[in-house]
């Protein structure tokens, strides 16, 4: 028996992924007001998304894949046997829904995952998946690898402004600090899939120091951590400087994320 998996353009795909034959993304697309619609991660590139998103008057939106764009993907992998799906947070879309309903639709078994993250959080979802895949592991095998990896993956982040995830209204429990005091940064962290405030700090060194703090430990333990950034290459940059990481795995954002979390945001994954 044979496995495949099928993600969406939310997820950080791993140096190599992308030429797997045995796995699909489903994009996702993003606007800039009525007549500008974009394909995520493929019809911009990162410097002109960040000049975009910056000089935009309107808040850019954001939609999810539709349940035929799914059955493509599905029915593009008809070589395997099974396909587990692995969607960015319900929180966040109704992608999981257009995939669920795309699997009713098709003639095997295909199981969707919430990732209950985005991004790196789920590319690193997906990379125990493709690990046990990799392995030889068998369909449940694989599911299971991957719904482990949901439950112990952390995500933690900080944005320039939360400007951007109150309008696009995917700022969770975190929506109690809107409007708080002048300089106030916190670090934000994705819990059940939802954002939520980790720590109130004051100034960007004490927010990036809150980040650093989480990360040493991992560090120390061997663990993987998955970095991105929304325009932000020079904060990305000094934190890895601060915890002493020379060669970062970086991921691309793409405009969909990008559009919820704003410009100056930056952040880490690791299981």
Known sequence: MTTAVVTDSTTSLLPGYEERPDLRVVPLTFHFGPDETYTDKVDLTDEEFYRRLREAREFPTTSQPSTGAFVEAYEALDAYDDILVLTISRAFSGTYDSAVAAAQMVDRRVEVVDTRSAEMGSGLVLREAIRAIDEGAGFEEVRRAAEAAVR?????????TLEYLAKSGRIGRAQRLVGTAL?????LTIRDGEVVPFKRTRGRRRQMEAIAEQLRPAIEEGRTLFFGHVDARDALEELGRKLGIG?????????????HVGPGAYGVAFL
């Open 247 to 259: 060669d970062m795995l970086v991921a691309k954002i793409g405009g969909v994320v990008g559009c």
């Open 183 to 187: 300089d106030i940064r916190p670090v």
């Open 152 to 160: 112990r993956v952390r995500v933690f982040f900080a944005v320039g």
